[in-house]
């Protein structure tokens, strides 16, 4: 009989290894390995495009059709949007019991490039507008699902798909036991630079690959607030502010009359400043340095779109001394529902603690806040640099072996992520040394990826019909 995703299993504070590794063992009896290979919709199955309705129901109205458009475009972008949608199914499947924090939707394109606080390229998870505690096989599932997805895109067949999966899989399994044998330190000390992808890929990418990664190390350090103030600015009597670029980027200008726009700008920078007491003091010293320039309204990702997102242009010494930040809505995670309320009172405030315990080094501009809007409603934000040395994967123009050894840093990176505030040593006691866990999950991401292909059939046709609204944007 499989654990309940709510009901965790703990060894006490001050079991021993062994015990804690009895744990993870006899979860296995409760929850067999083979088991996460099952993945069969109930009969009661909610339809997938009310969830996505009930979501869009909270979001900004006119946004809402470039969701649904971004998301018919193809399997794996209805993926990127369903987090909620799998949580749903993955409520009641197998679980051991064991929990950690989860990113909430791991798919391979939220691991990424980004820079740390000494100016290190790293490699990490980078979005965590779902996290929460719950169990880690949500996490891995999702990931390995992702694979499976990407794979199909790229026209892999059978035995590739699962040699894939299987690496990603296997990766977890043996970082996650490299972790149970080691120091707590050491774990939260533990992570993946530049410097390790590169040697990584000279083991296992053939030169094309290694070329392609060492020119996306290349562009990810381009990527950064003077580039992005170069790309999305324009001089305005003589001042840079934001250009537009409707209905994607939006100027407050452009948005509100002018009574409105002065109000909201004044709430702006309360915003700010509120913020910057969630920083440690050097950082909020930091902060104050700049002043604000300019603000608009931005839509962001896939399965974000629609949610309240703003970007703020801040200049320091001069007008070539840019900070962008991004204010972005944070809403219940989708796992709420299946794994019980955060914490936290205030989501922004969820998803930064989620992010600093999850990543191995975060944005020292990372931090949250409340806001009360013009329709009365309190909604809560985390804010962010916009573009701080991020290098996002292409999955469409990678081969067999690039996508493989690419799904093999996101299971290790994933296994650290987990070790650092779950149980690594039940954990890794449950994987076990063998395959049976590699094996089940790669039966069940191929029937999983079959689910998500229906339900973005479903959705391509909700909009062919008219039942859900859909805005192509020019370009796209």
């Given at each position: 009989?499989?654990?309940?995703a709510?009901?965790?299993?703990?060894?006490?504070?001050?079991?021993?290894?062994?015990?804690?590794?009895?744990?993870?063992?006899?979860?296995?009896?409760r929850?067999?390995?083979s088991?996460?290979?099952?993945?069969?919709?109930?009969?009661?199955?909610?339809?997938?495009?009310?969830i996505?309705?009930?979501?869009?129901?909270?979001?900004?109205?006119?946004?809402?059709?470039?969701?649904?458009?971004?998301?018919?475009?193809?399997?794996?972008?209805?993926?990127?949007?369903?987090?909620?949608?799998?949580?749903?199914?993955?409520?009641?499947?197998?679980?051991?019991?064991?929990?950690?924090?989860?990113?909430?939707?791991?798919?391979?394109?939220?691991?990424?490039?980004?820079?740390?606080?000494?100016?290190?390229?790293?490699?990490?998870?980078?979005?965590?507008?779902?996290?929460?505690?719950?169990?880690?096989?949500?996490?891995?599932?999702?990931?390995?699902?992702s694979?499976?997805?990407?794979?199909?895109?790229?026209?892999?067949?059978?035995?590739?798909?699962?040699?894939?999966?299987?690496t990603?899989?296997r990766?977890?399994?043996?970082?996650?036991?490299?972790?149970?044998?080691?120091?707590?330190l050491?774990?939260?000390?533990?992570?993946?630079?530049?410097?390790?992808?590169?040697?990584?890929?000279?083991?296992?990418?053939?030169?094309?690959?290694?070329?392609?990664?060492?020119?996306?190390?290349?562009?990810?350090?381009?990527?950064?607030?003077?580039?992005?103030?170069?790309?999305?600015?324009?001089?305005?009597?003589?001042?840079?502010?934001?250009?537009?670029?409707?209905?994607?980027?939006?100027?407050?200008?452009?948005?509100?009359?002018?009574?409105?726009?002065?109000?909201?700008?004044?709430?702006?920078?309360?915003?700010?400043?509120?913020?910057?007491?969630?920083?440690?003091?050097?950082r909020?010293a930091?902060?104050?340095?700049?002043?604000?320039?300019?603000?608009?309204?931005?839509?962001?990702?896939?399965?974000?779109?629609?949610t309240r997102?703003?970007?703020?242009?801040l200049?320091?010494?001069?007008?070539?001394?840019?900070?962008?930040?991004?204010?972005?809505?944070?809403?219940?995670?989708?796992?709420?529902?299946?794994?019980?309320?955060?914490?936290?009172?205030?989501?922004?405030?969820?998803?930064?603690?989620?992010?600093?315990?999850?990543?191995?080094?975060?944005?020292?501009?990372?931090?949250?806040?409340?806001?009360?809007?013009?329709?009365?409603?309190?909604?809560?934000?985390?804010?962010?640099?916009?573009?701080?040395?991020?290098?996002?994967?292409?999955?469409?123009?990678?081969?067999?072996?690039?996508?493989?050894?690419?799904?093999?840093?996101?299971?290790?990176?994933?296994?650290?992520?987990?070790?650092?505030?779950?149980?690594?040593?039940?954990?890794?006691?449950?994987?076990?040394?063998?395959?049976?866990?590699?094996?089940?999950?790669?039966?069940?991401?191929?029937?999983?990826?079959?689910?998500?292909?229906?339900?973005?059939?479903?959705?391509?046709?909700?909009?062919?019909t008219?039942?859900l609204?859909?805005?192509?944007?020019?370009?796209?």
């Amino acid at each position: 009989m499989s654990q309940s995703a709510t009901t965790a299993m703990r060894a006490a504070p001050d079991s021993t290894p062994q015990e804690r590794a009895a744990l993870g063992k006899e979860a296995r009896r409760r929850s067999p390995r083979s088991g996460h290979a099952v993945y069969e919709p109930s009969a009661d199955r909610p339809d997938p495009l009310a969830i996505l309705e009930a979501q869009s129901a909270a979001r900004v109205p006119e946004l809402v059709p470039i969701r649904y458009s971004r998301m018919s475009e193809s399997p794996f972008r209805f993926y990127r949007g369903a987090a909620a949608i799998m949580a749903s199914d993955l409520a009641g499947s197998p679980a051991s019991g064991i929990t950690a924090q989860l990113c909430g939707d791991a798919h391979l394109l939220n691991f990424r490039l980004l820079a740390s606080p000494e100016r290190r390229l790293m490699f990490d998870i980078n979005d965590f507008d779902e996290t929460l505690p719950g169990p880690w096989e949500w996490d891995v599932k999702r990931l390995s699902t992702s694979l499976v997805i990407a794979a199909r895109a790229n026209g892999l067949d059978d035995a590739e798909r699962a040699r894939i999966v299987r690496t990603a899989v296997r990766a977890y399994r043996e970082a996650m036991a490299g972790f149970a044998d080691t120091g707590n330190l050491d774990v939260w000390y533990a992570s993946l630079d530049a410097d390790r992808l590169e040697v990584l890929a000279t083991e296992q990418l053939r030169k094309r690959g290694q070329r392609k990664l060492a020119g996306s190390l290349e562009k990810a350090r381009s990527r950064d607030s003077l580039q992005v103030f170069d790309k999305l600015t324009e001089l305005v009597d003589g001042r840079p502010r934001i250009a537009a670029d409707p209905p994607l980027l939006v100027p407050i200008s452009d948005l509100l009359p002018d009574r409105e726009r002065k109000a909201l700008v004044r709430q702006f920078r309360g915003l700010l400043e509120h913020y910057g007491r969630t920083l440690s003091t050097d950082r909020r010293a930091l902060l104050e340095d700049y002043r604000l320039a300019d603000v608009a309204r931005k839509v962001v990702g896939v399965g974000s779109v629609g949610t309240r997102c703003w970007i703020f242009l801040l200049l320091g010494r001069d007008g070539r001394d840019p900070l962008f930040l991004q204010a972005k809505e944070a809403d219940t995670s989708v796992l709420a529902e299946h794994v019980g309320a955060s914490r936290y009172r205030n989501q922004g405030e969820r998803v930064v603690a989620g992010q600093r315990l999850m990543q191995a080094t975060s944005d020292i501009f990372l931090g949250w806040q409340r806001v009360d809007g013009f329709d009365g409603r309190q909604r809560d934000f985390y804010v962010r640099q916009l573009r701080d040395w991020k290098g996002i994967a292409m999955p469409e123009t990678m081969s067999p072996r690039q996508l493989a050894a690419f799904g093999d840093v996101c299971g290790s990176t994933l296994a650290r992520a987990h070790a650092r505030s779950g149980d690594r040593i039940a954990i890794a006691a449950y994987l076990g040394r063998g395959e049976a866990f590699d094996r089940a999950l790669v039966t069940f991401a191929e029937a999983y990826a079959d689910q998500n292909e229906r339900d973005h059939q479903a959705l391509v046709d909700a909009v062919r019909t008219g039942r859900l609204p859909a805005q192509e944007l020019p370009g796209a």
